[in-house]
């Protein structure tokens, strides 16, 4: 039996780790709602206010993490739309970003937690996992025990 699709009611982090409802121009109700703020494509300003939360490099976030030269997001109009793909993963790194927060309850904590390494991730930074879907799965999974006290 399928799963109804969630509320996100206690996800409007998301929103503001994405730069805000005027960035994002579509409301987040449900994950119907994420699926389709993919395909419309997140603002260059989205990336841009997801960046300052994360602590890390334009050069490194657009080569390293999403794939693409820094050129062709710097070529990007703040309004401008990111791709399907690029999008979605946008959109997964910033849910790890609001659960992050929500378990450290402090910016800068989280900027620490990701760019030092980590033992449950065989003593690698946790944002040198965000590269990959499966990568930011397991920094999620890292997450959750911290936050049910289990020690990582």
């Known amino acids: 039996m399928a799963q109804p699709a969630r509320s996100l009611q206690k996800d409007k982090p998301l929103v503001k780790i994405l730069g805000g409802q005027s960035k994002i121009n579509h409301p987040l109700q449900s994950d119907f709602d994420i699926v389709n703020l993919s395909y419309e494509g997140v603002s260059k300003a989205s990336v841009e206010t997801l960046l300052s939360y994360l602590g890390i490099s334009k050069k490194f976030f ?3 993490v999403l794939n693409i030269s820094v050129k062709t997001l710097e070529r990007k109009g703040t309004t401008d739309k990111m791709d399907k793909r690029t ?8 849910k790890v970003v609001v659960h992050a927060l929500a378990v450290f309850e402090d910016e800068e904590k989280v900027k620490s937690w990701l ?27 890292v997450l959750g025990r911290i936050e049910e006290g289990v020690y990582s």
Not at 117 to 140: H, W, Y
């Open 62 to 64: 657009a080569e390293q």
């Open 115 to 141: 760019s030092n390494s980590n033992r449950a991730l065989n003593s690698k930074k946790p944002i040198d996992f965000f590269d990959t879907l499966t990568g930011l799965s397991m920094v999620n999974d």
């Open 87 to 94: 999008s979605s993963h946008v959109i997964e790194i910033a």
